[in-house]
């Protein structure tokens, strides 16, 4: 098992998740960190808010960056499914 941090990052900002969580896998976290997405674009949405260009920055134990998820493209690809 491997410890992976989801940061949100808007612009310069970032707020970094000092826990994090441990998945099986790289895989694992990918899918993990869009579904996280996917429910605060949804949360957002329900409100009446607008997304904001956020993204989700997965990082590994070593703070190297794994991968990045957009929110306006999790947003757009649901909404093409």
Request: aromatic letters at 8%; charged letters at 30%; hydrophobic letters at 40%.
């Amino acid at each position: 098992m491997s410890r992976y941090f989801f940061n949100l990052r808007r612009d310069v900002e970032t707020v970094s998740d000092v826990e994090g969580e441990e998945f099986q896998d790289i895989d694992a976290a990918r899918l993990s960190a869009i579904n996280a997405v996917r429910e605060m674009a949804a949360a957002l949405i329900k409100s009446g808010q607008n997304v904001p260009d956020e993204h989700m920055d997965i990082s590994d134990d070593y703070g190297n960056l794994r991968f990045s998820v957009s929110f306006h493209d999790v947003v757009q690809n649901h909404l093409k499914k």
